[in-house]
């Protein structure tokens, strides 16, 4: 059993949350690797253990049975890329403030040990391919386990928002933009919108308007075979930037389609806890 540790450097200070991870599964019997989600600038200032062995994930993922991700849920977003690419699936250790797709909180890790002999079980999370049409060119492609986002610029003003379900049209609104998320991502930016919250192993695509200027502008919860389709209305200036797991946002033209539909692919993720999502929802919201 090969377990490659994933900790952000930003959230896990000196790498202490890994390194205990780390003597943790290799007492139980686990070869282990230690590398970092992203690259590291040469003048950052973080607090790296000296002479640490840091591995390239690629290379360490190729042969690993399961990637444990200490951090956020942005940590997980961002290496999830990676390890569903193999097929591998993601634990996620929570070092952040809520972390919704986090299985343990820091004080768990003796439950590790667990990984080492195989008992664990996983949990598969539907995803959307994300796409931007211009001109009938494919111009963006990518996947989202949590959502993608379409908002105005810093200083622009409203945008004037066409959604459609499989070319028919949902809503038409102005707003700030839109969230068209899985139901993992339902807890993210789609219910700071006033999105609903739905199981994250349903099949749903969600829709919530950010700041609509209407009283008939509401969320959607649509069936995960639909064609899901935003673009700004015929006739626009204005521009708007698309945003995929929170990831570097791209230019989105007056005409350009943005299609959202369910990806073959899934996000396996680790549970070792048993805890019900609904208990995860309440210890991390607040009983009602």
């Known amino acids: 059993?090969?377990?490659?540790?994933?900790?952000?450097?930003?959230?896990d200070r000196g790498l202490r949350a890994a390194?205990?991870?780390?003597?943790?599964?290799?007492?139980?019997?686990?070869?282990?690797?230690?590398?970092?989600?992203?690259?590291?600038?040469?003048?950052?200032?973080?607090?790296?253990?000296?002479g640490a062995a840091l591995g390239q994930i690629e290379e360490e993922l190729e042969d690993a049975n399961v990637l444990v991700c200490f951090g956020g849920d942005g940590t997980i977003l961002h290496a999830a890329h990676e390890a569903n690419a193999r097929n591998i699936p993601i634990l996620g250790v929570n070092l952040g403030s809520i972390g919704f797709m986090a299985e343990l909180e820091h004080g768990e890790l003796s439950l590790l040990a667990r990984l080492a002999g195989g008992r664990f079980g996983i949990e598969r999370r539907m995803m959307l391919d994300v796409t931007v049409r211009r001109e009938g060119r494919r111009v963006f492609d990518q996947q989202a386990l949590n959502d993608a986002v379409l908002t105005k610029g810093a200083v622009a003003r409203v945008l004037d928002l066409e959604v459609t379900g499989d070319r028919v049209t949902i809503s038409s609104f102005s707003g700030d933009g839109i969230v068209v998320s899985t139901p993992t991502g339902s807890t993210a930016y789609s219910m700071?919108?006033?999105?609903?919250?739905v199981e994250p192993t349903a099949a749903n695509i969600i829709i919530a308007p950010i700041c609509a200027h209407s009283l008939?502008?509401?969320?959607?919860?649509?069936?995960?075979?639909?064609?899901?389709?935003?673009?700004?209305?015929?006739?626009?200036?204005?521009?708007?930037?698309?945003s995929v797991d929170g990831g570097r946002a791209f230019r989105v033209q007056p005409g350009?389609?943005?299609?959202?539909?369910r990806s073959r692919q899934t996000t396996q993720m680790v549970k070792l806890t048993g805890r019900s999502f609904y208990e995860r929802i309440n210890q991390k919201l607040g009983k009602a």
């Not at 995960?224 to 209305?233: C, H």
């Open 216 to 242: 008939h502008a509401k969320p959607f919860v649509l069936d995960a075979a639909r064609s899901v389709g935003v673009r700004l209305a015929p006739g626009s200036k204005k521009t708007a930037y698309l």
């Open 19 to 50: 390194q205990a991870a780390q003597r943790i599964l290799e007492n139980a019997g686990a070869q282990t690797a230690i590398c970092l989600p992203f690259e590291v600038d040469q003048g950052s200032r973080l607090d790296l253990p000296a």
């Open 256 to 261: 350009d389609w943005v299609e959202c539909r």
């Open 1 to 11: 059993m090969k377990i490659v540790l994933c900790p952000n450097p930003y959230r």
């Open 192 to 197: 700071a919108a006033g999105g609903p919250i």
